[in-house]
Structures are given as structure tokens and as C-alpha cells.
């Protein structure tokens, strides 16, 4: 079992954090070391303009802010906030990311205070849902987080959880899913008592305009699944067509989800997720439902329709 979830044992070299990360030899749920650097604490964070809207509880808490700018600083805050909470009380904070603009609105924890405050070293860094190409490929979700976050956080070896990429899509999700298990089983992963899966700390998400999360489509059968942790999917409706993705069980397991939209284009399917109209043919985010707590992070585009 050691071998299959072996850590690659020297430091990604320095480089401009503009490039491609080198490609790595392929191992089932490959950790990847991020160069260290010293910090000291510090203090005084920008405030977010922003207003509440209510909404039925099963929706969550929905924030709305006047730009993208001060998106970025709430949501900093939470994310940093939900980071010392966990640190106090276990050795590990689990962190889901997704693709998309989602890891650019993270960009404000480079930043003072966090960047020295937050305890990077016990961050584990996972993917809601990755596209099963090389890790230098300009669809890889985990090209976007290296060059755009992880590179820049002291985040430690063994900590960055990506897929392998040389596997079909089928074979990375069983791998990542068996990944998640030993994890769980060594509780690095959080186990939820209510429905066996495992509990991430904070899954961060985006919404496409059509509704969807992760990989999981409107209409698609995916959408669907209740028992298996981690599935693929070769018939996206979106390129690339290959992908793994977490499903709803495990996303719903989850202790805090954000959910973060920007943009006008994508008004309509917020103002679906977050009315009061029931529809037989739910979109895939009117699906998360977490037994945890779930906030949304709009900005005025997003939330024009509301």
C-alpha cells in the first residue's frame, strides 16, 4: 500500500511560476512537493463590500458582492478563517478545489495577512473533479491551481493529492477514489458518521452557466450516482470529454462548500438554484445540499437576476 500512494521525493525545481510544471512520473494519487518558505505572523485585512440576501435555509448563506475584487477578499477570509478553526483542532485542513475562475478568486490568501498567517503545513489540497489530461496540459485543473496558487503557498510535501494522469479515465477515478479511502482510513481525510463518506473540510466550487459542478452535467447520468466516491466520464459536454469527478454523495458529505459565481452569463442558473420554483429537471447545483454549511460567493453580475 506505501508504494501506491508514494510521495516524489525531490522539491519542484525554482522556476517562473508562469510555466508548466514538469511532468512527473505517474503514481496512484501522486503528492507532489511545493517549495517551503519562513513566515511570520501579521496582521490588518481589507473589508469586502457586500450585502446578504435570504433565502430558504436548505440554500445556504448568499453573499453578494459590488465586485469580483471584493469577492476575492471574503472570500479569503472565510477560507483563512475555516483554516485556523480546523488547525486548532486536528492535524489536517481538507481542501477541495475545482477548475475554472475559481482558483484565481483564491488569489487574495497570496496576500498579508494570510499568506503568513495561515498554516499552510497542514492544508491537503484535493480535486472536486480534474480533466484527464497530462498535468502540463492547458486543460489541466492542476495546472491552473499550481501556477495561479499552489506554487506560491508553503503548502508541504505529500500534501498536493493529484490524479494519474497516466491512466484511462475510468482507471484514474478508481485510483483516486482508492486514493481517498486509504486517506480516510488514515484520517487524514475526516469520515462523515452520517453517511460513511468522506468529509472534506471546505470544498470550493464554481457553477457554469448551465448549472453544472464539478463534472456533473444537467441530464447527465452522473448526476445520479450514489455509490461510488469518485466516477469519469467520456462523453462531456464540454471538451475534453475525459474526466473524473467527485460525486454528490461525497460532495454533500462535505463540512463547508462555497460556492462561488461571477459573471452575468451565468445570472439565469443562479436565479434557478436559489428561487423557490421546484423543477423536475433540477440543475446539478440545485443538488448540493451538504450536511454541513453551504455559503455562495456572487458578485452583482451573477446576482442580477435575483
Sequence with gaps: MAASFRALSAALPNQSLTRSPPRFLAASCLSLRLNSVSYTPRRGATRASMAEIVTPKSRGKVKVFDTEEDL????????????????????????????????????????????????????????????????????????????????????????????????????????YETCLKHLMKTKTIDQSERTGFPKFDLMLMGMGPDGHIASLFPEHPLVHEKEKWVSFITDSPKPPPERISFTLPVINSSASIALVVAGAGKANAVHIALSDVSNSDMLPVQLVAPEGELSWFLDKGAASKL
Design 72 to 175: 476575492a477578499v471574503s472570500l479569503a477570509e472565510y477560507a483563512a478563517d475555516l483554516s485556523k478553526k480546523s488547525s486548532q483542532r486536528k492535524d489536517s485542513f481538507t481542501v477541495v478545489l475545482s477548475g475554472g475562475s475559481l482558483v484565481k478568486s483564491l488569489r487574495k490568501l497570496l496576500e498579508q495577512p494570510y499568506i503568513d498567517s495561515v498554516d499552510w503545513s497542514k492544508w491537503h489540497v484535493f480535486w472536486v473533479d480534474e480533466r484527464v489530461v497530462p498535468k502540463d496540459h492547458p486543460d489541466s485543473n492542476y495546472l491552473l491551481a499550481y501556477n495561479e496558487f499552489l506554487s506560491k503557498v508553503p503548502i508541504p510535501t505529500g500534501n498536493v493529492y493529484a490524479i494519474n494522469d497516466a491512466l484511462s479515465a475510468e482507471g484514474a477515478a478508481d485510483d
